[in-house]
């Protein structure tokens, strides 16, 4: 295997790695939003029972104080993890940038060689009929 080929190889793994991260991010990105519907619906089931409940409307005014404390945190959580995915995908682009790099690097020397061989039987080729034409 030559030094290009093991370059790609490199290349395409480091990309297989960052996609692998650049998933589980966006899954826990997916999970801190669902956290955020839950507390939502969570809320909502909440005001019910208190519209329901005169008692449990007490309870309300700390309730809300909490609902407020956890949205935030959560909020806060997804914002960090929206920048993270961001830092991910930037990373994730240059490694894709690379590999083409080194795939254009690695076809380039491809053509060159062949070119080579393509103008070594040619020579070979003009050598022979050379020689015919000195025989006959």
Known sequence: MSWAQSLIKLSTYEVEVLQKRLGEIADRRMQAEMKLVMLEAEAQAESDRARHDAEHGWYQLGF????????????????????????ARDALALAFEEQKKYEQVAEGIRLARAKQTARQETAALDELGLRKAARG
């Open 64 to 87: 809300r104080e909490g609902l407020r404390t956890r949205r935030t945190m959560i909020q806060a959580d997804i914002a960090n993890i929206q920048a993270e995915e961001a830092g």
